[in-house]
């Protein structure tokens, strides 16, 4: 699933007819209040990240992956940056780019200014990123998250991806549960997982919600 839902493959398949040489662009640019899960992802295993974007840049026909990142993820940054130093991709540029904080970043217009030097400000009017985005190719950006599960796609099979979920929303997905709970962190589940099972997961409720 890209941005909002929108099927990655729908996604996928508009870059590549672009017409020119793409661009992708993992974006990590995690700015919601209190959601730590892509930060985690790319802690704990970067180099799944990685291997979806080089998938994602194959696909699409890129030679360039820029991996974007908020700079206040300091940790992120020192991880991807040794990640990227260990890979040796012929014909694939890697590109580390740090961007300003803030929830509007990771919109994928306003994440695409700041990699042009510009205000991190969305834009909603034609032409879109899959047309013409980052110094005017055709870009996929895509979450870092949705890059891992590409990444295990393509390891694993599609088969084992709907093996859990649902029919209409296969797979499973990492929610961030903070609060009053007995253990907030990030935790891995399948779609359909009612909320209590999740709040179950990390522990049950600890004290008034809010409190």
């Known amino acids: 699933r890209g941005g909002a839902g929108f099927p990655t493959g729908a996604k996928l398949a508009a870059v590549a007819s672009g017409g020119r040489r793409p661009v992708v662009v993992a974006n990590g640019a995690e700015g919601e209040p209190v959601s730590f899960k892509d930060k985690l992802l790319l802690r704990r295993a ?5 291997d979806g974007a080089a998938l994602a840049a194959a696909a699409v026909g890129a030679r360039e992956v820029v991996v ?18 260990e890979r040796r991709d012929r014909g694939l540029g890697w590109r580390l780019a740090v961007v300003p904080p803030g929830f509007v970043t990771g919109e994928e217009t306003a994440l695409l200014s700041a990699l042009q030097g510009r205000d991190p400000k969305p834009t909603f009017t034609p032409p879109r990123p899959y047309e013409r985005g980052l110094n005017g190719a055709p870009t996929l950006v895509q979450n870092v998250e949705t890059l891992a599960h590409v990444a295990l796609v393509a390891r694993h099979g599609p088969h084992w991806f709907r093996a859990v979920g649902t029919a209409r929303e296969p797979g499973s997905a990492l929610f961030t549960i903070s609060g009053a709970v007995g253990r907030p962190g990030v935790y891995e589940a399948s779609f359909g997982t009612p909320m209590r099972a999740l709040v179950e997961q990390a522990g049950g409720l600890r004290g008034a919600p809010g409190a």
Not at 46 to 50: D, G, K
């Open 68 to 85: 974007a990142l908020d700079r206040n993820a300091g940790e992120e940054i020192g991880v991807i940056s040794d990640a990227l130093d």
């Open 46 to 50: 970067p180099h799944i990240v990685l």
